[in-house]
């Protein structure tokens, strides 16, 4: 994505006033309460934070970051571009326990990174950017979707994980977006969507599967309009197995509130694990001193340059 406008006006950030207001809008409401952490749950997230290290965010911003990263054990993080010193000071900012793992990078200058709480998630020994060999790309075809898979424009990465006996495997990804309006681009961003659904499958099915793994999840930012039957990029995630969750909350992933672009999915044997999920609306808590003297646009102009215009997305796993 190309960066975001800097907007042109001058406002000194008061952290501690950011930070509890995000504190208080979490724990007052209890459709947005993200889980405290126990020894038998795993609260992981995923966040498109826009542009990071393009951007001209300041320590504050990116300690504003680190805040909400801080209550989650374990997140991918999409949009980190090449040059990684903003994301290493948000690990950093985000207290000594937290370490990173993350791709190089691919299209759009962006890598794929996890960023985990290493006191209670460990990394194991699979890692890796997820490659279709050319041979297989035929495989890659839905009926009714002219487009040929040629290969994902930033490669999805995977890492596997283990909290105690509890061992996962994480996708990370950031579908190609296009343009809405062009059949061919919407054609590609289906096809890599169905080609994550066909890991995800083929995973299941495989007796060499890392340790046996059956518990896999693909997540991030998957450019995904709708939660719809009639979707077509929905109906490529969801053709092999796959599941998003029931998102009974009607808060959307993006801060102009109507789109799902951001998912965690998973295969059906895990939804048993699942306790909780949502989204945080960082947006309706920060900044309201902004929000209050400039037009909504002007607000949201901020809010994307200096935090994202993405909101992270959550969910909380029973791991005994």
Known sequence: MPSFPKP???HTVNLSKEIN????????????????????????????????????????????IAEIISWFDLIAV???KENYGHF???????????????????GNNERLAFIYD???????????????????????????VAATFNGFDRSPFLVSFATGSFQFTLMTVHLYYGDDTDPKKIGRRCLEAYAVARWADLRKKSKYTYNGITDVFAMGDFNLPKIDKNDIIYKALVKRGLQLPDHTSLVYSNIS??????????????KS????DGVFPFDNAAFADIYQVKTPAVFRGYIKY??????PMWMELDIQ
Do not use: C
């Open 88 to 106: 290493k000071k948000i690990v950093g900012f985000a207290g000594s326990k937290y370490k990173f793992i993350f791709s190089d990078v691919a």
């Open 306 to 311: 200096y935090i994202s215009d993405h909101r």
């Open 78 to 80: 999409q949009e980190t």
């Open 273 to 276: 694990r699942i306790l909780a």
């Open 21 to 64: 207001a995000l504190r208080s809008y979490r724990d007052s409401n209890p459709s947005l309460k993200i889980p405290a952490a126990t020894a038998n749950n795993l609260r992981m997230a995923t966040w498109n934070i826009a542009n990071l290290g393009e951007q001209d965010r300041e320590d504050e911003h990116l300690k504003i």
């Open 118 to 144: 290493s006191d209670k998630v460990k990394v194991l020994e699979e890692i890796g950017e997820y490659a279709i060999p050319p041979s297989d790309y035929s495989d890659i075809n839905i009926t009714g």
């Open 257 to 270: 509130n109507d789109q799902q672009y951001d998912q965690i999915a998973f295969l059906p044997g895990t």
């Open 8 to 10: 042109t006006f001058a």
